[in-house]
């Protein structure tokens, strides 16, 4: 059947989501002091970044126990994406990585800027840099880089 | 309540790239009216008491998509629920509907068209949050493709093994009357299809798929007189992983080894190894489809890889529908795993019969890489 009538549609809908207190917290601080906030768990001991209310291990609460982490880190996986889509921060090829910050236990996923993409490799040491215009989003650090000279020795998180 | 529950009828259309002629209501409406005429049931008392239905708010873009397809499922004055996820979660839940007592019949009706957005890709990127994953881009493609970096690297499994497993699912979905993906593909042609997100490459990712399925779910009274061929639930089981990618051992089966568990436990399972007939995995990519027989214990953690190279897949008779590689739908992969399950223990599996099939595991999964992950056992 090749006359079947489409309707030609489009989702758009406005919408404000809200961070709540734990995010919010983060992502201001992101934004406007280029810190990157976690919380630590009292029982278990993670770091989670981005923070959260609860711990999902143990259910422990986790936002009496903020802490600053590094905005160094290593990658823990990657992979390059080839494929093009509209909602992408930027054009394919591009690193998209999942990053452990130093002082963190949980690693992040975010955009590797390393020349050519075929040099990301687990365990490259890697800096968060962050976005002249910062939103409050995870974008308010533009990409990491590689940072060679970075070692992972003697990062505990400060508390705040 | 009752105390065993079958499924008593299984439908599906083939599932094809784009079915531009069929509206979605019209694909679950032809395998309603399947599963009603293999049955002989009518919807009200003494009939199709409840149903539940399997949809996707964004794929059919539309919110409470189950609202389209009320009237084809009996639910205008009677009960419908909504399971918004992979199907093998709406087993789980017509299971449950049935065991608990609450209805005795139940009708289980699943639709996805993924060919209706865009793209699919398009899609899956609403499944994160707007602050911290949708900002850099995620969605279930490249989530799968950190899952297999990291699955591969731990296993040691090759590009080269998994086009060995493209190739395989293509000759067996050969033998699948529903199956999408048919035609014959060469390991080398497989290596050669551009790679999309490494290290995925382009046919180690399931087609864009469109298909419906329904089943119908009773008491064992009930079941006995439906049919005389059912196929009994045994085995139960979920388990969801954390949210962020990162904070999952993506190499590893957390959600899916104890989603087994609970399945194998409740069904007495305690070697699975040798104690299934036939199995079934939703491989959405193909190196799923060693991981997540590592993490239904078909062999040891680990040893996907082995398994591959020494025959594992044909051995244990994996994914004889030529799996969800061959093409399902995102939210059909494990129910239509568990249509091949029950249809293998029927003895109607034609050319891809499993000669005296008794027992089956089927596997399905919902969200990024895996992280929802429902294991069913059925026995004849």
């Given at each position: 059947m090749n006359d079947a009538f489409v309707i030609e549609g489009k989702m758009a809908l406005p919408y404000q989501y809200f961070a709540g207190a734990v995010g919010s917290k983060f992502l201001v601080a992101l934004r406007d002091e280029k810190q990157i906030l976690g919380v630590r768990c009292s029982r278990c001991g993670m770091v989670f970044v981005p923070p959260r209310q609860s711990c999902e291990r143990c259910f422990s609460a986790l936002t009496e126990h903020w802490v600053r982490v590094e905005s160094t880190g290593e990658v823990t996986g990657f992979t390059v994406v080839r494929y093009a889509e509209p909602y992408q921060p930027k054009k394919p090829p591009y690193v998209l990585a999942l990053i452990k910050l130093d002082g963190a236990d949980t690693p992040i996923a975010h955009l590797l800027e390393c020349g050519d993409p075929g040099r990301a490799r687990i365990g490259m040491r890697v800096r968060a840099v962050f976005a002249g215009e910062r939103r409050a989003n995870l974008l308010a650090i533009a990409h990491f880089e590689e940072d060679p000279a970075g070692t992972q020795e003697g990062h505990s998180p400060a508390r705040l | 309540m009752a105390n065993r529950v079958a499924i008593c009828a299984v439908a599906q259309t083939k599932f094809e790239a784009c079915k531009r002629d069929v509206r979605t209501q019209g694909l679950l409406w032809e395998v309603v009216k399947d599963v009603r005429a293999q049955t002989g049931l009518d919807f009200g008392p003494g009939g199709i008491a409840g149903a539940v239905t399997v949809s996707d708010d964004v794929f059919d873009a539309r919110?409470?998509?189950?609202g389209a397809v009320t009237d084809l499922v009996g639910a205008h004055f009677g009960s419908e629920e909504k399971v918004a996820a992979d199907g093998a979660q709406g087993v789980y839940y017509a299971a449950a509907t049935v065991l608990s007592g609450h209805h005795d019949v139940v009708l289980l009706a699943g639709h996805c068209k993924e060919s209706q957005p865009a793209s699919r890709n398009m899609v899956t990127h609403l499944?994160?949050?707007?602050?911290?994953t949708r900002p850099v881009g995620l969605d279930y493609l490249c989530a799968a493709a950190l899952q297999a970096q990291a699955y591969m690297a731990r296993s040691g499994v090759s590009e080269t093994q998994l086009a060995e497993v493209v190739v395989r699912a293509r000759q067996w979905a050969a033998r699948n009357p529903v199956a999408q993906e048919t035609a014959a593909v060469t390991r080398e042609e497989v290596l050669a299809s551009p790679m999309i997100a490494d290290p995925i490459r382009e046919k180690f990712m399931y087609p864009v798929s469109d298909g419906a399925i329904a089943m119908i779910l009773a008491s064992e009274t009930h079941a006995r007189r439906l049919t005389d061929k059912p196929v009994w639930i045994t085995g139960l089981g979920n388990c969801y992983d954390s949210f962020f990618l990162g904070e999952r051992d993506l190499a590893g089966n957390f959600a899916l080894e104890r989603a087994a568990q609970r399945a194998y436990a409740m069904a007495g399972v305690s070697a699975p190894e040798t104690a299934f007939d036939l199995a079934e995995i939703a491989d959405q990519y193909a190196h799923q489809l060693p991981q997540y027989a590592e993490g239904l214990g078909l062999c040891p953690e680990g040893c996907g890889g082995r398994w591959l190279d020494e025959g594992g897949p044909d051995r244990q008779r994996v994914n004889r529908s030529g799996g969800m590689i061959a093409g399902n739908p995102l939210i059909l992969g494990g129910l239509a795993r568990v249509a091949e399950a029950v249809i293998q223990l029927r003895d109607e599996a034609g050319e891809r019969q499993v000669a005296h099939a008794q027992r089956a595991v089927a596997q399905g999964a919902t969200g990024p890489a895996g992280q929802l992950q429902t294991v069913v056992v059925l026995e004849r």
């Open positions: - | 919110t409470i998509s189950d499944a994160f949050d707007p602050f911290y």
